[in-house]
């Protein structure tokens, strides 16, 4: 059974950096395209960023472009969202997905996805 373990939230001040990492386990990692997506109490679900699973390609959202670096370990199995220059409307629940055939911004091209962490920018 695959899982997607996501770490690396937390309280930020508005200007500062966080670093989110997502293992996956149970499956075999270097068939997956990897994204995160992000999603608020009141919001839909939004697209952040992708990586293919060769990790040639990656794409962002508009709103992160610039200021968001996803990336991937393929020995460790770990994708990474290195997320700089933060701001308070980044705030939101920050989820890792997978899937076989899914480098897209649709996040029900997704198959796997993680429990979710919370990020919070302070102003």
């Known amino acids: 059974q695959v899982q997607l373990v996501e770490s690396g939230g937390g309280l930020v001040q508005a200007g500062g950096s966080l670093t989110l990492s997502c293992t996956i386990s149970g499956g075999t990692w270097d068939k997956y395209d990897m994204g995160w997506f992000r999603q608020g109490r009141w919001r839909e679900r939004e697209f952040v960023a992708f990586?293919?699973?060769?990790?040639?390609?990656?794409r962002y959202a508009g709103s992160v472009k610039g200021r968001f670096t996803i990336s991937r370990d393929n020995p460790e199995n770990t994708v990474y969202l290195q997320m700089n220059s933060l701001k308070p409307e980044d705030t939101d629940v920050y989820y890792c997905?997978?899937?076989?055939?899914?480098?897209?911004?649709?996040?029900?091209?997704?198959?796997?996805w993680g429990q979710g962490t919370q990020v919070t920018v302070s102003s």
């Open positions: 997905a997978a899937g076989s055939h899914s480098a897209s911004r649709v996040g029900s091209d997704y198959e796997y």
């Open positions: 990586i293919t699973r060769s990790g040639l390609i990656t």
